[in-house]
Each structure stands twice: as structure tokens, then as C-alpha cells.
């Protein structure tokens, strides 16, 4: 039975600890032995008890990681794995470090989109500290290779997702848009990300508020941790006067949100591939998505939807109006969209981090 350790250290729950979970409840299906390394009281902690997976949490207020490292070692010591996969940065340099000298495989997976402050210190981590990279996007692949790491090394493995079986069914977007106080003759938008500024939600709402005299109709919805320090100001600047924009929190299941909305819109600033886009697409919605990092990898313009200069709220709503102009294009480019969601599931996904993992251990 193949032994897999899963180290992140994040402790709020994003598109990367989302696709850990996603690849460990594949894994478990298969019937390997694994274990999730996280931080104690995170948010993946939770979900990952939730799911039935195996845990090993690392201490709090813990300066460096440095007792986080030493208890590591002594796990992997007391209980062997094969294969140790660091889904985050810093838990890459952790893993390193609590698996010198071990018979382990070290995996890392890259979704950031940043260059390296520090190439020659980017080529040591992804190029001595592990024994393959994951890029999620040619895009991640391209950085990686830039700053200097062996092509060998990198293995493209694009996130993966949920296909549903059906499309929402007319009953579900009524119920949705009900919730919301809308009828049909709304055109709601949606956005699904953390508030973080590369996610674009100020672009967004600046969209918004250039619609009201040619798309009056318009709403937009936003969904995503709002942290409760912060939350005032996000509203005052995301939302505004009115009721055009609002902020929906964090939603688990995005199956109703995905059926009460006429079109995603996803401005962001950087993205390392864009799962929101993917899954938004697999429910049957075309993406309006900035021209940065992976997203035009998913995207296609005139096919699945509309790709726009990232940080242009001017043509994030010419691209809105244009997709309201025109039902029947719209609900074709969704099925478009559906059709090319098929190529990122997560059973592909799986597949190829499984195929990665067994050739890693094949190699002297």
C-alpha cells in the first residue's frame, strides 16, 4: 500500500488546500495510506476530520516552524511514508527540512503566480529540495522554467474538479434567485475568491457601477471569506450605494450559486490557473476572465466566454454587456464551457499525480 504524507501550512481554506482534499479523498478511494500535515486550529485541519482523512497538526506559536519540524521528523521516522507532497511554499521548505536524508519522494506543487525575488534561491528550492514540481498551468510551468528550474523536473498537472452530473435545473436557479430577491429579469453575475487583491473585486465592482444606464439589470454577487477585522471595509469598498453588489460570505456548496447566476466574472489581477472559472464552467456558466496567468488557458475567448486586460473595469463591463446582449450565444458559450470543463476533472487529475508518484518511486 503507497504511503502519502500531505503538508500545507495555510490556515485559512483556498483553491490549493481545496485541491489537497480533493486529491486526498481520490487517494483514500484507491486505498492509499495517507496523512494530512497541517496547521492545528486551520480550517483544512476541520475540513480534513470532517472527510475521515488522518491528521498530524503542527504546534502554534511557532517561530521558524522549528518544533513543527523536529515533530514531523519524528513522525515520518515512527511511521515511514514514500511519498511526501508539499502543496504550499512554506511547506515546502518544511518538508525538506523534517525529510534530510529519509527514503522519501518529495513532491511540490506550485500555484503562484510571483516571480522569485531570489532566483538562484527559487532554482535551490524547486531544484534540490524536491524530486518533482506540479505546475497547475503552463503558465506556473513557463515561471518555473524562467527562473532556472530543470525542465526535468516540472510536471504540468492542471487543478482539477467536481463534474456534476446534470446542469441546474430551472427549479434550482428559481429557488436560487428567490434567496437573492431576484426574478428573471435580472442579470446576475457572480464571483467566487478570496478578498485579496490579485482576485480583482474592486475591478468588479468598479464594472458595476459604469452599467447602471446601458445593463440597469445588472447584480453582482460576491462569494468568499470576508475576514470579520476587515469585514466594514471590504463592504464600503466593494460594495457602494445601492443594492447592485453583495456579499454572499463563504459558500460550501456552490451548486445553487452556480445555477441562480447568468455569468462568472473573474478580473483577476494574477492567477495561477483559475479553479473557481473551472468550476463555474462545469455547472454550465460562461467566465468573463482577465488575460493574466492561466485563466486564458481555460478560457476561450468567443467559445467560453470573454477574455479582458487585466485591472480594465471599462472592458470587464463592455464584456458583461455584450454577454447580456445576446441569451442564446450566452447559454451556448455555456455549454461550451461545460464541454471543456470535461478536460480538467478531477479524475485526470488524480490519474496524473498517481502516475507521477509511481514513477518517482520506480527511479534509482
Not at 428573471?184 to 459604469?210: N, T
Not at 492561466?294 to 487585466?310: H, R, S
Amino acid at each position: 500500500m503507497l504511503s502519502v504524507v500531505h503538508l500545507d501550512t495555510a490556515q485559512d481554506l483556498r483553491g490549493g488546500q481545496r485541491q489537497l482534499l480533493l486529491l486526498a479523498r481520490g487517494l483514500q478511494a484507491r486505498g492509499y495510506k495517507q496523512l494530512v500535515v497541517c496547521p492545528e486550529g486551520s480550517a483544512l485541519e476541520a475540513r480534513a476530520r470532517e472527510q475521515g482523512l488522518r491528521l498530524f497538526t503542527l504546534p502554534p506559536h511557532d517561530p521558524g516552524q522549528a518544533n513543527g519540524i523536529l515533530q514531523l521528523r519524528q513522525q515520518l521516522l515512527a511511521e515511514p511514508a514514500q511519498v511526501l507532497h508539499a502543496h504550499d511554499g512554506r511547506g515546502q521548505a518544511l518538508a525538506w527540512l523534517a525529510s534530510l536524508g529519509l527514503p522519501v519522494r518529495r513532491v511540490a506543487s506550485r500555484r503562484v503566480t510571483f516571480l522569485p525575488d531570489a532566483p538562484a534561491r527559487h532554482r535551490f528550492i524547486y531544484g534540490r529540495t524536491c524530486h518533482a514540481v506540479i505546475a497547475v498551468s503552463e503558465f506556473i510551468r513557463g515561471l518555473l522554467v524562467s527562473s532556472g528550474v530543470p525542465e526535468k523536473r516540472i510536471e504540468l498537472i492542471p487543478d482539477g474538479i467536481e463534474i456534476p452530473g446534470e446542469l441546474p435545473t430551472p427549479e434550482a436557479r428559481r429557488r436560487a434567485r428567490a434567496a437573492w430577491g431576484f426574478g428573471e429579469q435580472e442579470f446576475v453575475l457572480g464571483h467566487v475568491g478570496a478578498f485579496a487583491p490579485e482576485k480583482g473585486q474592486d475591478i468588479a465592482s468598479a464594472a458595476m457601477r459604469l452599467l447602471p444606464e446601458r445593463l440597469p439589470q445588472a447584480r453582482l454577487l460576491l462569494v468568499g471569506h470576508v475576514p470579520g477585522a476587515a469585514a466594514a471595509k471590504i463592504e464600503e469598498q466593494v460594495c457602494g450605494p445601492g443594492d447592485s453588489v453583495r456579499l454572499l460570505g463563504d459558500l460550501e456548496d456552490l451548486a445553487d450559486f452556480f445555477a441562480g447566476i447568468d455569468l462568472l466574472v473573474m478580473p483577476s489581477r494574477a492567477e495561477g490557473l483559475g479553479s473557481s472559472a473551472l468550476r463555474a464552467m462545469a455547472h454550465g456558466r460562461a467566465v468573463v476572465a482577465s488575460r493574466v496567468g492561466g485563466l486564458p488557458e481555460i478560457v476561450e475567448e468567443g467559445k467560453t466566454g470573454w477574455l479582458v486586460p487585466a485591472g480594465s473595469p471599462r472592458a470587464l463591463a463592455e464584456a458583461i454587456v455584450a454577454a447580456a446582449s445576446d441569451r442564446a450565444r450566452l447559454s451556448q458559450l455555456g455549454a461550451n464551457a461545460r464541454e471543456r470543463a470535461r478536460q480538467f476533472s478531477s479524475d485526470i487529475m488524480l490519474a496524473r499525480t498517481e502516475a507521477l508518484y509511481h514513477r518517482l518511486l520506480a527511479r534509482p
